[in-house]
């Protein structure tokens, strides 16, 4: 089962544009990652943010978590076409296991 | 080692067969991991180990599959009798203690 779902299922934009992408998840949570997927492969890790924490940057990333509405999102700015990939949440309730859901397709055009 | 290792990059094997697909973690990390991913999916967990012990299997499918730790280094994840909606890439992913989680780069499994 997946837990999360990611919002858009699909972006496309031009690069330089900022990516905003949206992760819904139903229980409480420990934390929260961000990954990174090229070609279906490999996952690349992101950026974590603890349920402590409201917001993380990292370079050109920037991660909110809002507990109370199950939320979080990824925001890349001054996107480039590297950045093309499919983009994923998973949470952890705690139990060490983690619950990806179902990615969003980023596509930045040159 | 420097990342998470997994062996073979690509599997390719008949229905009915039974295959061993290997997950080398990184060093010292104590928690290992096996996803399984269909095309446009997102991963979906299998088995989560912690140290030589599956700590949660509740994503293994059926009892086709079982993955051991003898160690609680490297992992094997077993398959017998394969079948065709097994066809996946399988991914593996050590973390410390419930940090990040770092994922190899998958073997993708091809039931024929």
């Known amino acids: 089962s997946q837990q999360g779902e990611e919002d858009p299922q699909a972006l496309s934009i031009q690069e330089g544009e900022n990516a905003t992408m949206n992760c819904s998840y139903k229980?409480?949570?420990?934390?929260l990652q961000w990954y990174r997927q090229n070609s279906g492969r490999g996952l690349v890790h992101l950026i974590l943010?603890?349920?402590?924490?409201r917001e993380k940057h990292s370079g050109r990333l920037r991660v909110t978590l809002d507990t109370s509405k199950k939320s979080s999102s990824l925001l890349i700015t001054a996107s480039r076409a590297a950045d093309t990939a499919s983009y994923f949440c998973?949470?952890?309730?705690?139990?060490?296991?983690?619950?990806f859901g179902t990615g969003t397709r980023l596509k930045v055009l040159a | 080692g420097a990342g998470v290792s997994q062996t073979p990059s690509n599997k390719v094997t008949e229905k009915g067969k039974y295959v061993e697909l290997r997950c080398d973690p990184i060093?010292?990390?104590?928690?290992l991991y096996w996803y399984r991913q269909s095309l446009g999916q997102g991963p979906e967990f299998l088995i989560y180990?912690?140290?030589?012990?599956?700590?949660?299997d509740s994503g293994l499918p059926n009892d086709r599959f079982f993955a051991v730790r003898p160690e609680g280094s490297v992992s094997t994840l077993k398959i017998q009798r394969t079948e065709r909606g097994d066809s996946a890439v399988y991914l593996c992913?050590?973390?410390?203690?419930?940090?990040?989680?770092?994922f190899g780069q998958g073997t993708r499994l091809t039931v024929v």
């Open positions: 060093s010292g990390h104590t928690a």
């Open positions: 180990f912690q140290g030589t012990g599956a700590a949660d």
């Open positions: 943010i603890r349920s402590n924490e």
């Open positions: 229980t409480s949570i420990n934390n």
């Open positions: 998973a949470t952890d309730a705690g139990t060490y296991k983690y619950i």
């Open positions: 992913a050590s973390s410390f203690q419930g940090g990040e989680a770092f």
